[in-house]
């Protein structure tokens, strides 16, 4: 029986029986991709999946070596602390950020007690070896195979029986039962599927790269994210070193960690204290220019805010927000505007976070009200301030969370004077060294501040 055509959209995931420009669910344009649905489960994948009777959640043991350790502090870390036997996880990131190179390093480490076969379907083995030696990777327990069929890939991965599994990437993979192309949604899809019934059957952990498309969203069905286990995203800034690594999905452990590394001659370099790393440089005495303090999981990042007020004779002034949504910083300008008594509707604004942070958290709205009104009155704000609070639309400063960490860290790092908000900080006790300054609104947390 021929099975039967549909369309896929690579954006949501919904189905249609007819083409269309426009997903009809999610509202994309020309997102929508032939796609062939299997009809029967191919017999591959039943073999992959031992026969099992249900059981009761008490009778199911709780192994406590059920984590590993990949050999990097940063990654571990954003996995929830390690990889996870038997789960699959899918690294995405732009082209040349370093996917392949986090993978074969991390292969130094965990083939000292585990077998691990590398897939590559993107580059040939000798490249692989000279990558290899450059990564000072060398072990009796790494196997590598360049091969873009999965049949042979799963009839290798029999043969060997490795406790990891590394493919590069799932874009070049394809399965002979689909006559579609490699890369398509159908062979992505299928592929993923199989891999997956792989590493729930076996107890294989397998890591899959991902590329992205020029959106930022990992090339293929939207579904893909919801097969696997854990989704982690590699980014970085074109031009800069580090590294950002953070988890978009995982499903044993936390997605609100972070990792920092630094991309040198011979491969990733952890950071251990990306705060250093995001303040080294920082313009002294210099208007427009603030320190905001925000929690990524557990760990508290000082981040620097720089803000530049520029004169103009448009009727629309610009805004341009980089590191920081574009509608929460219009939103502060116009409660400076009307609370704060300055005047930035006939000024350019254009706000940045150094190093390529995301600020997501509204504990940096402090920070950004301060560098605006800084530039806007070109007085620049003590080198040893920073500053933390979330900003109402009345102008109030609102209290925030894991204050106490945040005050450890600028601290730690020599800031002597922190402006906070007034409620929620009765109890908080300062470092030696650290002055608080508490402000209920933002005419008090500009008086204090210039």
């Known amino acids: 029986m021929k099975s039967k055509t549909v369309f896929l959209c690579t954006n949501c995931g919904n189905e249609t029986a007819k083409w269309s420009g426009r997903c009809p669910s999610c509202g994309q344009w020309n997102?929508?991709?032939?796609?062939?649905?299997?009809?029967?489960?191919?017999?591959?994948?039943?073999?992959?999946?031992?026969?099992?009777?249900p059981k009761r959640l008490r009778e199911i043991e709780s192994d406590a070596a059920v984590r590993f350790t990949t050999g990097l502090g940063e990654l571990d870390r954003v996995l929830?602390?390690?990889?996870?036997?038997?789960?699959?996880?899918?690294?995405?990131g732009a082209p040349g950020i370093g996917k392949s190179t986090l993978l074969l390093q991390i292969c130094q480490c965990i083939s000292k007690e585990q077998t691990i076969l590398y897939i590559s379907g993107e580059e040939s083995a000798n490249q692989l070896k000279l990558r290899a030696q450059r990564l000072g990777v060398d072990s009796d327990r790494l196997f590598l195979l360049c091969e873009t069929s999965l049949d042979e890939i799963l009839a290798a991965a029999d043969r060997l029986k490795p406790d990891l599994l590394i493919v590069d990437s799932i874009?070049?993979?394809?399965?002979?039962?689909?006559?579609?192309?490699?890369?398509?949604?159908?062979?992505?899809?299928?592929?993923?599927?199989?891999?997956?019934?792989?590493?729930?059957?076996?107890?294989?952990?397998?890591?899959?790269?991902?590329?992205?498309?020029?959106?930022?969203?990992?090339?293929?069905?939207?579904?893909?994210?919801?097969?696997?286990?854990?989704?982690?995203?590699?980014?970085?800034e074109e031009h800069t070193t580090y590294r950002l690594l953070r988890a978009a999905k995982n499903r044993f452990g936390s997605t609100n960690e972070i990792g920092v590394f630094e991309m040198i001659d011979r491969g990733l370099r952890e950071v251990p204290n990306p705060s250093e790393m995001l303040l080294s440089g920082r313009p002294e005495n210099t208007p427009g220019n603030c320190v905001a303090c925000v929690m990524e999981g557990s760990r508290p990042i000082l981040a620097e805010v720089q803000a530049l007020v520029s004169p103009t004779t448009l009727t629309n002034p610009r805004r341009s927000a980089n590191g920081f949504?574009?509608?929460?910083?219009?939103?502060?300008?116009?409660?400076?505007?009307?609370?704060?008594?300055?005047?930035?509707?006939?000024?350019?604004?254009?706000?940045?976070v150094i190093g390529g942070l995301r600020l997501?958290?509204?504990?940096?709205?402090?920070?950004?009200?301060?560098?605006?009104?800084?530039?806007?009155?070109?007085?620049?704000i003590s080198d040893t301030l920073a500053a933390v609070g979330e900003v109402g639309l009345t102008g109030e400063i609102r209290a925030i969370g894991q204050l106490s960490q945040r005050l450890s860290e600028?601290?730690?790092?020599?800031?002597?004077?922190?402006?906070?908000?007034?409620?929620?900080?009765?109890?908080?006790?300062?470092?030696?060294?650290l002055e608080l300054l508490r402000v209920r609104n933002i005419r008090e947390a500009l008086a204090v501040t210039f």
């Not at 996870?84 to 899918?90: A, D, K, M, P, T």
């Not at 005047?343 to 706000?351: A, E, G, I, Q």
């Not at 997501?360 to 620049?380: G, R």
């Not at 730690?412 to 908000?421: A, D, E, K, W």
């Open 31 to 53: 997102t929508l991709e032939e796609y062939t649905p299997t009809q029967t489960t191919s017999k591959s994948s039943v073999r992959s999946i031992p026969a099992t009777q």
């Open 80 to 92: 929830g602390g390690g990889a996870v036997r038997g789960s699959l996880v899918l690294v995405a």
């Open 171 to 236: 874009q070049t993979l394809y399965s002979e039962e689909k006559p579609a192309s490699a890369g398509s949604v159908t062979q992505v899809k299928e592929c993923t599927l199989r891999l997956m019934q792989y590493c729930k059957g076996s107890g294989v952990s397998v890591f899959v790269v991902g590329h992205i498309n020029k959106e930022g969203a990992i090339a293929g069905p939207k579904v893909l994210e919801h097969m696997v286990d854990c989704v982690l995203y590699f980014e970085g």
């Open 325 to 352: 949504d574009y509608n929460r910083a219009a939103m502060l300008l116009a409660v400076l505007e009307k609370r704060g008594g300055l005047r930035f509707s006939t000024s350019d604004v254009y706000l940045n």
């Open 360 to 380: 997501d958290e509204p504990a940096a709205d402090m920070a950004v009200v301060l560098s605006a009104a800084s530039a806007l009155l070109d007085k620049p």
């Open 410 to 433: 600028m601290h730690r790092l020599g800031f002597t004077q922190c402006v906070i908000p007034r409620s929620g900080s009765a109890d908080i006790k300062a470092p030696d060294g």
